[in-house]
């Protein structure tokens, strides 16, 4: 739920181009993303299902937030193995 709640707002987010300053665009994201961004930044409790485990490591990826090359391809070969388990399929229009 946090991680769809973060999706639609950055979609929402994404609709909108051209800031007239940074104070503005902070604003704009505060108001679109902020919160659910902080529900994930702040996550403490454990996740519950194979589900869950694959969202997670799915918004590294599409948040373009693994830094360090030794854990891109494991990751990805996990996130590969965890989409064949629990059949997870791209739903149409929206990139991985």
């Avoid at 609709?15 to 994201?29: C, N, Q």
């Avoid at 589900?51 to 937030?65: K, S």
Wanted: charged residues 30%; negative net charge; glycine residues 4%.
């Amino acid at each position: 739920e946090a991680i769809n709640a973060f999706h639609t707002a950055r979609n929402r987010h994404s609709k909108r181009r051209g800031f007239a300053s940074i104070e503005e665009e902070d604003a704009w994201v505060e108001e679109t993303y902020g919160v659910p961004m902080r529900t994930l930044c702040n996550w403490q409790r454990p996740l519950t299902s194979l589900e869950e485990v694959r969202e997670a490591i799915r918004i590294a990826f599409t948040e373009d937030a693994i830094i360090d090359d030794i854990a891109k391809a494991p990751l990805q070969q996990a996130l590969i193995y965890l989409d064949k388990l629990t059949g997870w399929q791209e739903p149409t229009g929206k990139a991985a």
